[in-house]
């Protein structure tokens, strides 16, 4: 759902994207700081310090939010760029999940959540092979991290695991009917 905004974050973010493409900077290496970010949120919620972990959370979320606008705004898509961004995507999902259930001391709960999240990126690729897109779903990647970034400024991060976990297995359920419909 949040994904849907994709074009008109990236028109607001046009100034950044220009900046950032005349220094020579490309979307693979805003990644790659998306990556640290969320790697580094992750330390921060191992550590009980939520505050700066919910900041870094979300310079994560922002800085892959500018490695697409960059992509776009400038012509420097590639087809090896969207796989590694997606890929250092769930390498961040995971991070995030996994601190949140240690902290919450919820492994269980965090490991549904996180099959889930998978789930649904796993679900999206696979269909997309069968039928040409696949965007349905209400717990895509945005929606998770800020159900977690909620969980985590308000502490209950309980709370929002057992949401991604329900959310994002209905949504790859959905996307596994969605697939079969459209495929008839």
């Known amino acids: 759902m949040i994904s849907r905004f994709k074009l008109r974050v990236s028109s607001l973010l046009t100034p950044v994207t220009r900046l950032l ?6 979307p693979n290496h805003i990644s790659g700081i998306a990556l640290f970010s969320g790697f580094f949120s992750a330390f921060l919620i191992l550590s009980g310090d939520i505050l700066l972990a919910s900041l870094f959370l979300l310079l994560s979320g922002f800085f892959d939010a500018v490695d697409g606008a960059l992509a776009r705004n400038e012509g420097l898509k590639s087809e090896f760029g ?3 961004d997606s890929v250092l995507d769930r390498y961040v999902d995971i991070a ?6 240690i902290y919450s001391k919820q492994i ?9 999240a998978l789930l649904v990126s796993y679900t999206r690729a696979r269909a997309e092979n069968v039928i040409e897109k696949c965007d349905v779903g209400i717990a895509e990647r945005g929606e998770r991290m800020l159900i977690i970034l909620i969980g985590l400024l308000t502490s209950h991060i309980y709370e929002a695991l057992i949401v991604i976990a329900i959310l994002s ?9 969605y697939t079969y419909f459209q495929s008839k």
Request: no cysteine; charged share 5%; net charge positive.
């Open 96 to 101: 995030i999940i996994i601190s949140a259930g």
């Open 82 to 84: 969207g796989f590694l």
């Open 21 to 26: 493409s005349s220094l020579g900077i490309k």
């Open 108 to 116: 269980l709960l965090a490991s549904i959540a996180m099959a889930g």
């Open 169 to 177: 297995h209905l949504t790859a359920l959905h996307r596994i009917a």
